[in-house]
Nanobody
Framework: QVQLVESGGGLVQAGDSLRLSCAPS????????MGWFRQAPGKEREYVAG????????YYSDSVKGRFTISRDNAKRAVYLQMNNLDPDDTAEYLC????????????????WGQGTQVTVSS
């Protein structure tokens, strides 16, 4: 089991950029498939991006494709989400997740979750 810690959220204006980070709270030898989800009040949790263990396969939801980029640093067991051209509709709690399998596409189930970091985009 792995515990994940996110950072990098905040309050920004529309059109701004933010970079979220996520890493295990304790050292681990495992390299997981990693993903980012978001949940806005009153809405279902949305899977926005995922990356295979070596970053060779990625997934993006249509809502963020072309604006968000997922990347990872396996030496640090970290994953990042670069978010550009943010829109008020991107306002949500963003959660990092990890899984032990290799799938990364739409509908992939993740095993481990962080506590989340809030991103608020003002118009």
């Amino acid at each position: 089991q792995v515990q994940l810690v996110e950072s990098g959220g905040g309050l920004v204006q529309a059109g701004d950029s933010l970079r979220l980070s996520c890493a295990p709270s304790e050292p681990t030898n495992k390299i997981y498939t990693m993903g980012w989800f978001r949940q806005a009040p009153g809405k279902e949790r949305e899977y926005v991006a995922g990356a295979s263990w070596n970053g060779g396969r990625t997934y993006y939801s249509d809502s963020v494709k072309g604006r968000f980029t997922i990347s990872r640093d396996n030496a640090k067991r970290a994953v990042y989400l670069q978010m550009n051209n943010l829109d008020p509709d991107d306002t949500a709690e963003y959660l990092c997740a990890a899984r032990e399998g290799t799938a990364v596409g739409a509908g992939t189930r993740y095993d481990y979750w962080g506590q989340g970091t809030q991103v608020t985009v003002s118009s």
